[in-house]
């Protein structure tokens, strides 16, 4: 259970929402779809069980949980690359997870126009501006996130919650 004093810090995101970035998504998903692939996954190995259950969490907490189109096109390739037997399975998990999400789209040509491109690139950058729009990022990505607290775009690295809780 996350920290009460963290959920206040976030509580100003609770309805404006919360974008979580492609390895959290992915985290989400296949934890989701067998909390024991977690750990035997290449892709999620670095995560716990208990970092399913935060992010988990704030899936709940936030509403609405944003996206975009290249993310979930990364999070899609990388379960691409889980045992083919359970592939049916699988998607038809993701499938059903995305209906719960909001997708934002931010145009290629709208994102690589950012200052920040050529650092970000183009997800990252697609991320950046969803923040610019106020929604919270919520990220691993070291660079990405001190980019956005850099420019005081609604940021969280997932790593700090993980050293607090």
Same mark, same amino acid.
């Given at each position: ?13 609770? $309805? ?12 989400? &998903? ?11 996954? $290449?892709?999620?190995?670095?995560? #716990?069980?208990? %970092?399913?259950? =935060? +992010?988990?969490?704030?899936?709940? &907490? ?23 037997? +359970?592939?049916? %399975? ?13 997708? +934002?789209?931010?145009? #290629?040509?709208?994102? #690589? %126009? +950012?200052?920040?491109?050529? &650092? ?8 950046? =501006? ?7 990022? =919520? ?27």
């Amino acid at each position: 259970m996350l920290n009460p004093n963290v959920l206040r810090e976030m509580a100003p995101y609770k $309805k404006t929402g919360a974008l979580i970035d492609t390895s959290l998504l992915l985290l989400l &998903f296949v934890g989701s779809y067998a909390r024991d692939l977690i750990q035997d996954f $290449k892709r999620t190995q670095q995560y #716990s069980e208990q %970092d399913f259950d =935060i +992010i988990a969490e704030l899936a709940q &907490f936030f509403h609405p949980v944003a996206t975009t189109p290249n993310i979930l096109t990364e999070v899609s390739n990388f379960c691409g690359q889980l045992p083919g037997g +359970i592939h049916r %399975d699988v998607f038809e998990n993701f499938r059903q997870q995305v209906y719960v999400l909001t997708e +934002i789209y931010v145009p #290629s040509r709208e994102a #690589s %126009d +950012i200052e920040e491109f050529c &650092f970000l690139r183009l997800t990252d950058s697609g991320i950046a =501006i969803a923040a610019e729009r106020g929604l919270l990022v =919520i990220t691993v990505d070291f660079e990405l996130s001190n980019r956005l607290a850099a420019k005081s775009f609604p940021v969280i690295n997932f790593n700090h919650l993980r050293s607090i809780l």
